[in-house]
């Protein structure tokens, strides 16, 4: 129970609307957390794994039309279109409401109300906000304690917190794919989501909150909120641990990259890699002028697919215990998970991510190819010992990457943070799995952001130039990385995961001023022989098409920027045009 009137007050307005059997307050404690678990097993909402193999690990398994986000049945429901701009759906808020309420109405009607205060970064720090979530799932409950942070000590701070906090409405109902709604109410501080279970869609924390209302704080409030992995790298030739932001859209390897394990090599040369956070960073001038960062999230709800010993340890260690596990197959002999990808041992006796029985020659994929884990990011074998300093972490540089076979060169560098800005706005990336629709799709992206920026799409860009302004000499450098450019074949030419050491090497070194670039239209390129190649099984000729722009490519890429600023519904900020009109 939490001492605030209007958190009483929504609680008492939500059980009449929804009409739950019983209310339970989530405190997020082990006792608690087990009898959840019990009672989940008991209802087939979990499936226990082996707890010698995997300790506190489950299996979830989702309806099978709830498996990604849903961005055409999101909404940001602001008074004014506008403010929520052409890359958004927009729903005006009292019709919002009033047809979710109809949905929502006695939904919970022989369930229990889970109610959990969490907070959104670390709780005794200036990047700290409060929400409750509401939810009829057992799964969301236990999910949401992972990824946010739940506990005594949070619930406590609602009492001097009066009315901010944000209200996050979830209700399961019966997984209506046709009446299924994420909405966001930003002037109210408010989400509502309705028939969908699935991470991104339910556990509001994350990207509701975390992303679509934040961005909408941080551009009020002075500070950023953005969909960027945080990450430390000890080189040699630096004394001290250097921190860096990364953003890419959902899907293209940001937990690969934050938890990235580098080669015994390179271990050797005195490099090092730690993890802060894998998928949302909150990023704050602190009061050296500098620009600073926390990881929002206190979990990670990592992609299963592609995930193995070779390439990326780190992530699959992270998920060895205390994880649950959503769409997976299931080893029936001994009661562990499995995916395409993870071994070159199938499981003999298993079970489909749809319940089916399965085997490898059945001609299915046996694991939906956005299964996920949800594991406490505590778990992870490289975590930073800064990971919850409530100050964050201090920024020299930001990554921006996409995902493209052709075109975006493997690595370069912006001229200043305003061309960093504009690399930023163009962004454009192919679709993945992690959201509904065609994969493979390239779209633009701004920032990774597009299905993630809670207000216009002009502003939010106007919003990064002011900052820039604001951090001055002190603004971190930006950087354009895309690990994924194929060659005739449709294969990748760079090795990526733990290799991708050498290209932040590269940008470590830029940072510290040490090398020399070569110029082109899109931003600066390292020259020849300063990425580390040697030891790597690699094309130099397909080595140098990667580091290099193609000059035709980049005029028809000008002709599909100019094309996708002019679709803006409030203007693009002038200093990006004036950088497009000079490339
Ligand atoms: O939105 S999720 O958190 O489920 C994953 C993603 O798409 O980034
Ligand atoms: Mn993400």
């Not at 995997?54 to 099978?64: F, I, K, T, V, W």
């Not at 209302?213 to 960027?228: C, I, Q």
């Not at 080189?235 to 641990?241: F, K, M, R, S, T």
Request: charged share 25%; proline share 4%; aromatic share 10%.
């Amino acid at each position: 129970m939490i001492r605030n009137k209007y958190v009483q007050s929504w609680i008492q307005e939500m059980n009449e609307l929804l009409s739950p059997e019983d209310i339970v307050w989530v405190d997020g404690s082990e006792s608690q957390m087990k009898l959840f678990k019990s009672i989940a097993c008991g209802t087939l909402e979990l499936i226990e794994l082996n707890q010698d193999l995997m300790p506190g690990c489950y299996l979830h398994r989702s309806d099978e039309s709830d498996v990604c986000r849903v961005e055409d049945r999101t909404f940001i429901c602001c008074e004014n279109k506008i403010d929520a701009g052409f890359t958004n759906n927009w729903w005006e808020p009292n019709e919002a409401i009033n047809k979710l309420f109809s949905i929502a109405k006695d939904s919970y009607q022989g369930r229990i109300m889970y109610v959990i205060p969490f907070s959104m970064a670390n709780p005794n720090s200036e990047f700290c906000k409060l929400g409750i979530e509401i939810t009829d799932s057992i799964y969301v409950a236990l999910s949401m304690v992972t990824m946010s942070r739940v506990s005594k000590e949070v619930s406590k701070k609602f009492s001097s917190a009066g009315e901010n906090w944000t209200k996050c409405l979830h209700c399961s109902c019966n997984c209506d794919k046709d009446e299924r709604y994420i909405c966001h109410f930003p002037e109210k501080n408010m989400v509502i989501s309705v028939n969908s279970s699935y991470g991104g869609n339910a556990l509001l924390g994350k990207k509701c909150l975390a992303l679509r209302l934040a961005s909408y704080m941080g551009k009020k409030e002075g500070w950023l909120a953005e969909h960027m992995l945080i990450m430390g790298i000890k080189a040699p030739y630096n004394d001290e641990v250097k921190y860096i932001c990364a953003s890419f859209p959902s899907g293209c390897g940001k937990t690969d990259l934050a938890m990235m394990k580098i080669s015994e090599e390179y271990e050797k040369k005195g490099y090092s890699v730690e993890c802060v956070g894998d998928d949302i960073s909150w990023l704050r001038i602190g009061p050296d002028g500098r620009l600073w960062a926390m990881n929002a999230e206190h979990g990670v709800f990592g992609a299963c697919a592609g995930i193995n010993r070779k390439n990326n340890p780190n992530v699959l260690e992270t998920s060895r215990k205390n994880t649950i596990f959503t769409n997976v197959i299931l080893n029936n002999d001994n009661k562990t998970v499995w995916w395409e990808g993870l071994d070159d041992n199938p499981p003999e006796n298993a079970t489909d991510w749809l319940g089916d029985s399965w085997d490898k020659d059945c001609g299915r994929i046996g694991a939906q190819k956005n299964s996920r884990f949800a594991a406490p990011i505590t778990n992870c074998p490289c975590l930073s010992k800064e990971y919850d300093n409530p100050n964050g972490v201090p920024i020299s540089a930001i990554i921006l990457g996409v995902k493209r076979k052709k075109m975006t060169p493997l690595v370069f560098e912006a001229q200043d943070w305003n061309h960093g800005v504009f690399i930023g706005s163009i962004m454009s990336s192919e679709t993945t799995v992690a959201s509904s629709g065609k994969v493979g799709v390239l779209r633009h992206d701004p920032f990774g952001m597009l299905p993630f920026c809670g207000y216009n799409m002009s502003d939010y860009l106007q919003h990064w130039i002011d900052m820039g302004a604001k951090l001055g000499d002190k603004a971190p450098k930006i950087f354009g990385v895309n690990w994924f450019r194929t060659d005739d074949k449709e294969e990748y030419i760079w090795p990526g995961f733990g290799e991708n050491i050498r290209v932040i090497d590269w940008i470590l070194r830029r940072c510290n001023g040490s090398l020399d670039v070569e110029m082109s239209s899109l931003g600066l390129l390292p020259k020849e022989g300063d990425i580390k190649i040697d030891g790597l099984v690699i094309d130099e000729k397909k080595f140098k098409s990667i580091c290099n722009l193609d000059a035709k490519m980049w005029n028809d890429e000008t002709k599909k920027i100019k094309e996708f600023y002019s679709k803006f519904d409030k203007p693009v900020p002038r200093e990006l045009i004036e950088i497009l009109n000079q490339s």
